[in-house]
């Protein structure tokens, strides 16, 4: 559950990013109001996710959808051009995203123990 918190969380940040963009510098009452509640919600299921999953993995998870749902998203509209390189970042994003999943959750302290002094 807590992976399923953190990509819609992921996809709430790609929603206030996106209208943080259309508010004009948070001047537009529509779009502020959407980007304060997807903010919001982002936040709250980041929150959520990371008490389950090491911040050091879902930070980097919860960045990474995001930022590539809203540029896929600039895309789909016309307001930002597509191309084979940008595409092919992006993916490069979803695959360090999946890698990320795929690894093993383990406590830092059981991969390499570290005692004072050495």
């Given at each position: ?5 953190l990509l819609l969380s ?67 509209t016309g307001a930002e ?38």
């Amino acid at each position: 559950m807590p992976w399923v918190v953190l990509l819609l969380s992921a996809v709430c940040e790609a929603v206030w990013a996106t209208a943080l963009g259309l508010s004009q510098g948070l001047s537009l009452p529509g779009p502020t109001a959407v980007f304060a509640v997807g903010l919001a919600a982002s936040m709250l299921g980041l929150g959520y996710a990371a008490t389950r999953i090491p911040i050091g993995t879902a930070y980097p998870v919860w960045v990474g959808v995001g930022a590539a749902l809203t540029v896929a998203y600039a895309m789909a509209t016309g307001a930002e051009s597509a191309s084979p390189a940008k595409i092919l970042f992006l993916l490069g994003i979803v695959g360090a995203v999946v890698g990320l999943k795929l690894l093993p959750q383990e406590p830092a302290d059981a991969v390499s123990p570290r005692r004072p002094g050495t």
